[in-house]
Nanobody, 118 residues
Framework: QVQLVESGGGLVQPGDSLRLSCTDS????????MAWFRQAPGKERQFVAR????????VVANSVKGRFTISRDIPKNTLYLQMNNLKPEDTAVYYC???????????WGQGTQVTVVS
């Protein structure tokens, strides 16, 4: 079964960087698209970035464009989110997601906490 697992979150200061990782503990990735979302307490879940697994085409939300980069390492079966110049408003739980048969983001990880504070 699908078991997406995120890692790499932590407590950092503004301007710092983090790299989040996502793997499927049970299988090699075969999803057409994978993405990162984030959710702050009391707020709606927000799209961050998406990548097509094979072609590598990416879409990044305007709120993080120029600072965040989504990528994947196919041999390592790992999805990444490189987060540079972090800001307090980036504080959220970050989730890895993958498309299901419907094309929607059907599979989700447990989330990893990113906290940016002075």
């Amino acid at each position: 079964q699908v078991q997406l697992v995120e890692s790499g979150g932590g407590l950092v200061q503004p301007g710092d960087s983090l790299r989040l990782s996502c793997t499927d503990s049970g299988r090699t990735f075969t999803y057409s698209a994978m993405a990162w979302f984030r959710q702050a307490p009391g707020k709606e879940r927000q799209f961050v970035a998406r990548i097509l697994w094979v072609g590598g085409d990416t879409v990044v939300a305007n709120s993080v464009k120029g600072r965040f980069t989504i990528s994947r390492d196919i041999p390592k079966n790992t999805l990444y989110l490189q987060m540079n110049n972090l800001k307090p408003e980036d504080t959220a739980v970050y989730y890895c997601a993958a498309t299901g048969d419907t094309g929607n983001y059907e599979y989700w990880g447990q989330g990893t906490q990113v906290t940016v504070v002075s």
